[in-house]
């Protein structure tokens, strides 16, 4: 995540009338799933719209304010996805046996960008341990700490360890078959982010206190982050 990196790359917009006319016309709903499905899309409209909203103007180039904006983040996205969950639950209800297969077909895609996703999702997901995994020989390289201050930084690389243990415990190997449990896996991988970053934050807190002021400076300068 680079420091400069603009901010419009976030701001993505979220077309919920093409999204509802898109399953309308793939699962062809009766009057009572059409209306569960407007409020659907509805939903998704306002948490797009939040989304977008809470895009951050920048990103900071010391690493543990982006650790505090990445906290900030998932908790936003969280709540995102909060808006579409319940009126998501309520429309998959409403769908008989084929209609599921249907919509969960038609979500999937969309969700992958191919029919062809479990690979591609496992894949992804393993990548983005090295987001947590932050590289502790650049911290050393970098800081170059003292003894005292390398106790501090082994509770470091233990936080890291487990923080990528537990996101990869809620890393899934495949996509999950609906809609509404799609959306639950998000929620969990979220809640499992929100904690590394938690676990990580603190230990990286204490370890800063160590640190003297030239070392501060080094640390801040650090661009791991960005890799």
């Known amino acids: 995540m680079p420091a400069n990196r603009n901010s419009n790359q976030c701001q993505q917009s979220v077309d919920a009338n093409a999204i ?65 969950h319940a009126p998501l639950q309520d429309f998959e209800q409403s769908l008989g046996g084929e209609q599921l297969r249907r919509f969960a077909g038609t979500t999937a895609t969309a969700a992958t960008g191919d029919q062809h996703g479990d690979s591609e999702t496992a894949a992804r ?32 690389h233990q936080a890291f360890e487990k923080a990528a243990r537990d996101i990869e415990t809620h890393c899934p190997t495949s996509v999950p078959p609906s809609a509404l449990a799609r959306l639950e896996a998000i929620e969990s991988r979220l809640d499992a982010n929100w904690r590394a970053i938690l676990s990580i934050q603190v230990a990286l807190a204490t ?17 791991f982050a960005a890799q």
């Not at 939040?50 to 998932?74: D, F, G, H, K, V």
């Not at 997901?125 to 502790?136: D, E, K, P, R």
Request: some cysteine.
């Open 20 to 84: 509802v006319e898109r399953i309308r016309k793939e699962i062809e709903p009766t009057p009572d799933q059409t209306e569960r499905l407007q409020k659907l899309g509805g939903a998704l409209g306002a948490a797009g719209n939040y989304l977008a909203n809470s895009c951050p103007s920048e990103i900071p180039s010391q690493p543990t304010a982006r650790l505090q904006l990445m906290e900030s983040q998932i908790e936003k996205l969280t709540l995102a996805i909060d808006f579409a």
């Open 207 to 223: 370890f800063e206190t160590k640190l003297s002021d030239e070392q501060k400076q080094r640390f801040d300068a650090m661009n």
């Open 125 to 156: 997901c393993t990548a983005s341990l090295a987001i947590v995994g932050w590289s502790v020989d650049q911290i050393v390289n970098t800081v170059q700490p003292s003894e005292a201050q390398r106790v501090a930084l082994n509770d470091v």
